[in-house]
């Protein structure tokens, strides 16, 4: 393993207060994006798609690292340039996604486990020499009544261990994503010990694993309410009740925490990760910094609607997002620099 390699690839990711762009939704899920929209769900829709976001002039100035779909990572511009040339001639770490999904999990109602270790190792092979150098695993863990069960964090985590211990073999930092959802009536105190404890159990299989935990980047859930939850947490309480989970139960070794944003709206994820690093910057051993989708994506989605002629507009949108997510990094946004 060259530890070295993956020490500085995770460095570089989250350089001058970058964070990730998650453009890797699998085909049914982007489709399922597309069809809210009208836009047509196929595949030259989606490279077409894909294109404008890697040819959003000024991206890599706040965007370090952009995590691909297997579909895409194969793809070209109309012209023919590689997705992946383009990407890293905008600066810009290419990354992908390599589970196949979350599915039932046998014997747990409601719950379900993230597949895709079987030949693994051949595939991170092939997307190394494709120009990936980082990669992703999301798993899916729900609060409801009597769940998570042990038998579902345990299994999730062991599969992402396993996962990142292939990937530093491979030569690629592996993005370690257990996503508890924000799906039901929970409150900001129940995600907030699932969280813990989910976090708990991956470390431990994690180290069970050897992982290097400098080499890793963690990209988990901010600590939140349902969204059937009633009860509506300022600013400051989401920020207290997340950094002061991760300080008890992520090691200070872990290079950078880049959070997943859920479906929260686009300004409150920015809001809420300007909070974080204005009242912890000083106490907090590692970056604290976003991986987000949708928090950055939909609204130039929402603009592009699967025209040609929305596209300049769409990437204006795109990179003011990704920059106001910078500058919560550095804790420097406002509300002023949305309505610019
Ligand atoms: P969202 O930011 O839309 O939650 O997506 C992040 C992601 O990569 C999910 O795996």
Not at 258 to 264: E, N
């Amino acid at each position: 393993m060259n530890m070295q390699m993956l020490k500085d690839t995770a460095r570089l990711l989250f350089a001058d207060d970058k964070g990730l762009l998650a453009m890797d939704e699998s085909n049914g899920t982007c489709n399922k994006r597309f069809a809210a929209l009208g836009i047509a769900q196929t595949v030259e829709a989606r490279r077409a798609y894909r294109e404008l976001i890697v040819t959003t002039p000024g991206l890599g100035e706040s965007i370090g690292g952009a995590i691909l779909y297997d579909e895409t990572i194969r793809q070209k511009k109309s012209d023919g340039t590689p997705f992946v040339k383009v990407i890293i001639e905008a600066g810009i770490t290419p990354g992908i996604k390599v589970d196949i999904g979350a599915r039932e999990l046998a014997g747990h109602p409601g719950e379900k486990v993230t597949e895709g270790l079987d030949g693994l190792r051949d595939r991170l092979e092939e997307y190394f020499q494709m120009g990936a150098r980082f990669a992703k695993w999301r798993a899916v863990i729900a609060i409801g009544d009597g769940l998570p069960s042990w038998g579902c964090v345990e299994a999730n985590a062991h599969a992402l261990a396993r996962y990142a211990a292939l990937c530093q073999e491979a030569g690629l930092v592996p993005v370690v994503e257990p996503e508890v959802i924000m799906d039901g009536d929970h409150t900001l105190e129940q995600c907030g010990e699932i969280t813990d404890e989910v976090l708990r159990t991956v470390f431990g299989e994690l180290y069970a694993q050897r992982v290097v935990i400098e080499g890793m980047i963690l990209k988990p859930n901010m600590v939140l309410p349902g969204l059937a939850c009633t009860i509506e947490p300022s600013l400051e309480e989401v920020a207290d009740a997340t950094v002061n989970c991760f300080l008890r139960a992520v090691p200070a070794a872990v290079p950078a925490i880049a959070f997943l944003s859920g479906g929260q709206p686009a300004e409150l994820a920015s809001a809420r990760l300007n909070a974080m690093n204005v009242r912890f910057k000083s106490r907090m051993p590692w970056a604290l910094a976003f991986s987000f989708a949708r928090a950055i994506q939909q609204p130039a989605l929402e603009i592009w609607k699967g025209r040609e002629t929305n596209v300049v507009a769409a990437q204006q949108v795109l990179v003011d997002r990704a920059r106001c997510n910078q500058a919560a990094r550095r804790g420097e946004y406002s509300q002023q620099m949305e309505a610019k």
